[in-house]
């Protein structure tokens, strides 16, 4: 066990990997707060599959694994899903779960079939592009930690710079816009900073999975607080210790891939959040209700012994 700690602080690819998967964990859980908010949640995950070709597809234009051109070709992919998206749900009749659905399954089977068709080219760089599907954060490089560290960095400072203006559009994108806000405009770049985020956190979680890093430290932080800015900064918070929790178990024990295990901490702290959190988990509830219960059922029972001598009197007054 010590000499796991220790190589935890000696080994640079073992500090690089933790610190890309915390970066990685505090913008999704800031990000997925909104997006949360808005009731957008399988957005993500449909923008999450939808980047695959964006990702093939800049592979075979450019022959390299780069992890900026992954994320061009990725933002570019998903910002033509939301496109489709919104040319389904304007011109027909189907609603927008039904259209995300849609979205999602076109572009992850286009996604597979590029993938498939770039497995059989002969192309010797093409190996490890497979990993993409599910993470590998052990293949992260220097120079991916600083990228997804700056990417990240910005998403979190715009979320500050323009916090009130997302909190009106979240909640009532009406009266924004009788402010005067321009809340296309805000909603676009809302979209954007979500697709961004879902394109950073691929190569360490996959497109499977990464929607389940944006969203559920979101959920787990909506137990412990009312308050928007408290929520955003525990969703980051809960999203940072999934990525370093996730990080330490994989490299502890052998055989365990890194996003995988990363989700499955952001489940746990879904889980103890939705158990233990004071005044929503289930806990506190049973708590409350039972309190509820002590203080109004000698309530109830005086009220009926008061009906019973009222109907009682009554009673005695017809018969004389």
Request: charged share 10%; glycine share 10%.
């Amino acid at each position: 066990m010590i000499p796991t700690l220790i190589s935890w602080f000696t080994d640079p690819n073992m500090r690089w990997i933790l610190m890309g998967s915390l970066l990685l964990g505090l913008g999704s859980g800031v990000i997925g707060s909104f997006t949360v908010l808005r009731k957008q949640s399988l957005l993500g995950d449909t923008l999450a599959h939808a980047a695959l070709p964006g990702i093939c597809i800049a592979f075979m234009l450019s022959g390299v694994k780069s992890m900026g051109l992954f994320m061009i070709g990725a933002i570019i992919s998903g910002m033509i899903a939301t496109l489709g998206i919104h040319i389904i749900t304007s011109f027909s009749r189907i609603k927008q779960d039904a259209a995300l659905g849609i979205t999602l399954s076109v572009f992850f089977g286009v996604g597979v079939v590029l993938m498939t068709k770039i497995q059989h080219s002969g192309n010797g760089n093409q190996s490890g592009l497979d990993k993409y599907m599910f993470g590998q954060a052990a293949s992260m490089m220097l120079s991916d930690v600083y990228l997804m560290g700056t990417v990240s960095l910005l998403l979190i400072l715009i979320c500050a710079l323009l916090f009130k203006e997302f909190k009106l559009v979240s909640f009532d994108p009406g009266f924004a816009r009788g402010m005067g806000l321009k809340v296309a405009v805000l909603e676009q770049l809302l979209l954007l900073m979500t697709v961004v985020a879902v394109v950073v956190g691929i190569q360490a979680v996959g497109v499977v999975l990464v929607a389940a890093l944006l969203i559920t430290p979101a959920v787990a932080a909506r137990y412990w607080s009312d308050a928007l800015g408290v929520m955003v900064i525990l969703a980051g918070l809960f999203g940072a210790l999934s990525g370093v929790i996730g990080t330490l178990i994989s490299s502890t024990l052998s055989n365990l891939p890194t996003g995988p295990v990363t989700v499955l901490s952001a489940t746990s702290i879904f889980f103890v959040s939705a158990v233990f959190a004071p005044g929503r988990g289930l806990i506190a509830k049973w708590i409350q209700r039972v309190r509820n219960r002590r203080v109004i059922q000698p309530n109830i029972e005086s009220v009926g012994t008061h009906a019973v001598l009222q109907r009682t009197a009554a009673v005695e007054r017809s018969t004389e």
